[in-house]
């Protein structure tokens, strides 16, 4: 390892979360500091415990002394041990469960759906439009405004402006 070198801040993973989230965080973390091209791999694997507490830890230690070549190995076999706690993948079919609650503002709802849309890989604006206005009180006025609005507006227009509104 480079002389003075001081890893990054990173929470410790326990191994209660996804391995591939912590993998991520860690590597954008090691990317953002100044290495030389030839420590960084070596770097990026004996550093990596530093960013682990617990059962990943003792994963991290029992392993076989020189059965690592890459970062991209030791994350890959990091995934792997700890895959039970990996987070579903979201797809476009969860926007349909996220509704609109009978007192949330419409800036509410919009905020809490766009956190969801975001999570989601390759979500298209046309995919999400739907699940988005089934979620909508029905009865509420931005429901019915809205429903007018899209009739008269190209619906790409009209959900960027919903999305700032």
Not at 113 to 120: D, G, L, R
Request: proline content about 8%; aromatic content about 10%.
């Amino acid at each position: 390892m480079p002389i003075k070198f001081s890893f990054p801040c990173i929470k410790a993973y326990d191994s209660t979360t996804d391995p591939g989230d912590h993998v991520a965080q860690y590597r954008q973390r090691m990317l953002a500091v100044a290495l030389p091209k030839e420590s960084r791999e070596a770097t990026m694997c004996k550093g990596f415990g530093s960013s682990l507490t617990g059962p990943a830890m003792q994963w991290y230690i029992n392993l076989p002394s020189k059965s690592i070549t890459s970062f991209a190995i030791l994350s890959d076999k990091f995934v792997e041990q700890f895959a039970s706690n990996r987070g579903l993948e979201k797809t476009s079919a969860s926007l349909y469960e996220i509704l609109q609650h009978r007192a949330e503002p419409l800036r509410g709802y919009i905020a809490r759906f766009n956190q969801e849309k975001v999570a989601i890989p390759e979500c298209s604006i046309p995919t999400a439009i739907s699940p988005f206005m089934r979620g909508l009180l029905p009865d509420g006025d931005p429901y019915k405004e809205l429903t007018k609005y899209l009739c008269k507006t190209p619906w790409k227009t009209s959900y960027l402006e919903l999305g700032r509104g």
